[in-house]
C-alpha cells in the first residue's frame, strides 16, 4: 500500500469521530488535495515516468534525464514516491507498477492525455467561485469544434473508458444472435470495439462529430473486428439512425439538462428495434444526490464546462426511461466511479434475462 493511502485511510476515519474527538487533519488535506494533482500533471509534463521506464536512476541521473536540477528534482521525486507513482531503492528512483503501466507513452493504457487534460480542468476550476455566483459556465470552445483539440480530448476520453470498456464487457453477456449495435457520442469507440472484440455477432456504429470520427476510425482500424465497425458523422440533437438492437450512452448523459437528456433518450427509444437495449453509464449520483464523493464533484465540473450539465441519480434516469416506454430497468456499479443504468424497448423482450 502506498503511504498515501495509509495515510489518508487513518484521516478519514476522522470524519466519523464525535465532534469532541475529531481533529481538522481532513480539513488540511482536503484543502491542499490540488497540490497532488499539480504533482502529478506536472510529473506527467516532465514525462518522468517515461524517462524512467525499465530504469533505476540515482538522483543525479534522475534529474539529468528529466532536465531540470537536483534541488527540486529531489523534491518531486520524493513526493512522487509518497504518491506511490515511484519507488526508492537503495538511492535509485524507479517507476511503481501504476506508473509503469499507465504512465510511460505509448504503452497501450497510457493515462497522461486525460492527466494533461486534468491541467486544463485545474484552470477552469479556478473559476469556480465565479461560477456558482453567476450560474454560467466558463467561456471556451467545445471540445470538438477544431480537428486538434477534439483529437486531445479524445484521446483523453479514451483513457478514461478503456477501463469502463473492458469492465462492461465482462459484465454484460449479450446474445449470440446478429447483434446491431449503435454507441451514441462514441468518442474514440472503445467500448464499441472492446465488444466487437469479444462478440463476433455484433456489427457497430460509433455515432459522434465528425471531427471525433476521424479519431475513432484510427482506433478502429487497429482492431482485429475493424471490419465490424463504422463511423457515423452527425448531430445527436437532430437524429439517430435506427434498427439497431443495443445502444450505448457512455458519459453523455452528464453533458445535458434533465429535459435535453429526456429528448435524446426518446431518440434512442425510436432507434432500437423492439427488445432493443439501452445501456447507460454515467457517474451516478446516490438517491440523496449527496454521494458518492466523485459524482457530486462532477457535477460542479459540469457546472463549470457546460451551461446545463450536471450528473443524475439511478432513480432519476429510471423515471425518464420509465415514462418513455422503457421495461427491466436496472442499476448496477460496474467500475470505479462508473455505474450503468439498462432498459429493454417494449414488453416481450428477449433480452430480459440478460442481467
Ligand atoms: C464525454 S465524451 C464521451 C465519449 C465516449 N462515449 C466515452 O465514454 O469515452 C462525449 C462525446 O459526445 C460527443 N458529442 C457531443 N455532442 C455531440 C452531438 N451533438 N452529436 C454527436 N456527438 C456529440 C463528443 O464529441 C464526445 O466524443
Known sequence: MARIEREWSTKMQNKNKTSKEADPSVIMEMNT????????????????????????????????????????????????????????????????????KYLVKDKPEYF????????????????????????????????????ETARMFTLAMHSGSTPTAKALVDFIPLPHTPIKLLDVGGGSGVISIKLAEKYPNISAVVFDTPNVCKVAQEFINQS?????????????????????????????????????????LKKVYESLNQSGLVIILDFLLDDDKCGPVFPTLFALNMLIATPEGGTYSGAEIKQWLEDIGFNNIKKEPLIGNTSMVLGVKGKNDRNKNLF
Open 112 to 147: 497522461g492525455y486525460m492527466i494533461a487534460h486534468g491541467v486544463q480542468l485545474s484552470e477552469y476550476w479556478s473559476k469556480l467561485g465565479e461560477v456558482v455566483k453567476n450560474n454560467k459556465p466558463i467561456e471556451h470552445s467545445a471540445p470538438f469544434e477544431d480537428e
Open 224 to 264: 482485429p473486428a475493424s471490419n465490424r465497425i463504422k463511423t457515423y458523422a452527425g448531430d445527436y440533437t437532430k437524429e439517430l439512425p435506427k434498427g439497431f438492437d443495443v445502444v450505448i450512452l457512455s458519459n453523455i448523459l452528464h453533458g445535458k439538462g434533465v429535459q435535453n437528456c429526456i429528448s435524446l
Open 33 to 100: 488535495a490540488f497540490w497532488i494533482s499539480r504533482t502529478l500533471q506536472v510529473a506527467n509534463e516532465l514525462e518522468i515516468f517515461t524517462k524512467l521506464s525499465g530504469k533505476c536512476l540515482a538522483l543525479e541521473d534522475a534529474a539529468k534525464a528529466i532536465e531540470i536540477p537536483p534541488r527540486p528534482a529531489e523534491m518531486l521525486l520524493n513526493a512522487c514516491v509518497a504518491l506511490g507513482l515511484l519507488e526508492k531503492e537503495n538511492g535509485c528512483y524507479k517507476n511503481s507498477n501504476l506508473s509503469e
